[in-house]
């Protein structure tokens, strides 16, 4: 899906680019974030993985700052 092209959030990034810096992640980051973005709700992953909620947002956080810090080296 291209939505996150369409409504800005990666800005200027090819679906590629941002694959690319999804695919580097760690699983214990990857697996929430794509939950996340899948729509599920935090309550719903941290059943789901069988883990705090806490420790879901905050790999979520975690995750959404490594793909900015992945993504910034692409731009011009």
């Known amino acids: 899906s291209d939505s996150l092209i369409?409504?800005?959030?990666f800005g200027n990034f090819?679906?590629?680019d941002i694959n690319e810096a999804i695919d580097k992640?760690?699983?214990v980051y990857?697996?929430?974030?794509?939950m996340h973005f899948r729509g599920f709700k935090y309550h719903e992953i941290a059943d789901k993985l069988q883990i705090p909620i806490g420790?879901?947002?905050?790999?979520?956080?975690l995750a959404r700052k490594r793909l900015q810090e992945q993504?910034?080296?692409?731009?011009y």
Request: glycine share 4%; net charge neutral.
């Open 55 to 61: 420790t879901v947002k905050s790999r979520i956080f």
């Open 30 to 34: 990857k697996t929430p974030f794509m």
């Open 6 to 9: 369409e409504n800005g959030v």
């Open 25 to 27: 992640l760690d699983d």
């Open 14 to 16: 090819t679906m590629d």
């Open 71 to 75: 993504l910034k080296d692409y731009r």
